[in-house]
């Protein structure tokens, strides 16, 4: 097993600082607790100079085709990786509007790709109606291509664009009137963290097993889906409810036993919010729910392992 890994710290997609630094510390960690090998891709930044108006945007039509720009160019350079056929290839933001890029990357190499979206929001809002005019809350309208927003926005993704049968939202809990509207109208398959508390995460995963069985995968993991006290480090608080970490273990156990991974994004990690101990737990649980989604839990190289045999078997 290796880590592949892809560094997208955007922040753009918000309106705080801090994101851009979540990938080096992802990083480091990962180096430090494991001795997988490691494929460094290196990191795209895009910083947010002026935090009070970036996450505004969107509600500037001048301004957005210059903003996707940037997501167009680690669009390739995510397709370029997964079509030379290295994965799973993490891509670590970030916030959430990366997966614009990844996402679309992804279902352009793998057509017929499921996508489990592990998440409180469901990121479907459009840059008419939302509230806040983040791109982070906007992923999956382009990539379902809602009011035909990609054909005016985003041309490079037509080719990556999803159908509403491929997503399966996991721990939904904090999702707007506009939002819900479209999960109904359209029936996207969805697991709210109330559905998940009340049936339990095992119950659930027998639901979702059939659904992504036999097809790639991409994951893409929202660490504000988890509850508040479990990994504070994150944008936007949400008080009441989210995963637990067990359930969260459960999911990562179920990824690695499908065998069918193929990319993930974890996003949403701000190292600048909290303090030193919570920035830790947080970053500590998303390293855990990816080791084990790609090793089920082990995780030290091969022949790390053969060295350490050998050392019981000569003491
Ligand atoms: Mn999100």
Same mark, same amino acid.
């Given at each position: 097993m290796r880590i592949n890994f892809s560094g997208l710290g955007f922040e753009i997609g918000q309106k705080k600082l801090g994101l851009a630094q979540s990938p080096q510390l992802g990083r480091e960690y990962l180096r430090f607790l494991t001795s997988l090998d490691f494929i460094d891709f290196g990191d795209s930044n895009e910083l947010n100079t002026n935090p009070p108006q970036?996450?505004?945007?969107?509600?500037?039509?001048?301004?957005?085709?210059?903003?996707?720009?940037?997501?167009?160019?680690?669009?390739?350079?995510?397709?370029?990786?997964?079509?030379?056929?290295?994965?799973? #290839?993490?891509?670590?933001?970030? %916030?959430?509007?990366?997966?614009?890029?990844?996402?679309?990357?992804?279902?352009? $190499?793998?057509?017929?790709?499921?996508?489990?979206?592990? %998440? @409180?929001? @469901?990121?479907?809002?459009?840059?008419?109606?939302?509230?806040?005019?983040? #791109?982070?809350?906007?992923?999956?309208?382009? #990539?379902?291509?809602?009011? *035909?927003? @990609? *054909?005016?926005?985003?041309?490079?993704?037509?080719?990556?664009?999803?159908?509403?049968?491929?997503?399966?939202?996991?721990?939904?809990?904090?999702?707007?009137?506009?939002?819900?509207?479209?999960?109904?109208?359209?029936?996207?398959?969805?697991?709210?963290?109330?559905?998940?508390?009340?049936?339990?995460?095992?119950?659930?995963?027998?639901?979702?097993?059939?659904?992504? @069985?036999?097809?790639?995968?991409? $994951?893409?993991?929202d660490i504000d889906s988890v509850e508040y006290e479990t990994a504070p480090s994150t944008g936007i608080k949400i008080e009441h409810g989210g995963l637990t970490r067990n359930d969260l273990l459960a999911i990562a156990i179920e990824i690695h036993r499908q065998k069918n991974i193929k990319s993930m994004d974890i996003v949403e990690i701000n190292p600048l919010i909290g303090t030193k101990s919570q920035v830790e737990k947080t970053i500590l649980l998303s390293l855990q729910f990816l080791l084990i989604s790609l090793t089920g839990g082990s995780y030290e190289s091969s022949s790390k392992q053969a060295q350490r045999s050998d050392q019981i078997s000569l003491a």
């Open positions: 970036s996450g505004f945007v969107l509600s500037n039509p001048e301004n957005i085709d210059w903003i996707l720009k940037k997501y167009e160019n680690i669009f390739y350079k995510t397709k370029q990786i997964l079509t030379s056929g290295i994965d799973p #290839l993490i891509n670590w933001g970030g %916030d959430h509007s990366i997966a614009l890029a990844t996402l679309g990357a992804f279902k352009t $190499v793998y057509p017929n790709g499921k996508i489990l979206w592990i %998440d @409180a929001h @469901a990121d479907l809002n459009h840059p008419s109606y939302s509230l806040s005019g983040n #791109l982070h809350g906007m992923p999956l309208s382009f #990539l379902l291509n809602l009011e *035909n927003i @990609a *054909n005016h926005h985003t041309p490079w993704l037509l080719n990556g664009l999803i159908s509403t049968k491929d997503i399966i939202y996991l721990g939904l809990r904090a999702v707007d009137p506009y939002e819900t509207q479209i999960i109904n109208d359209l029936g996207i398959t969805h697991f709210t963290d109330q559905e998940i508390s009340q049936r339990g995460i095992l119950n659930v995963l027998n639901d979702i097993r059939p659904l992504i @069985a036999d097809s790639p995968l991409h $994951v893409s993991f």
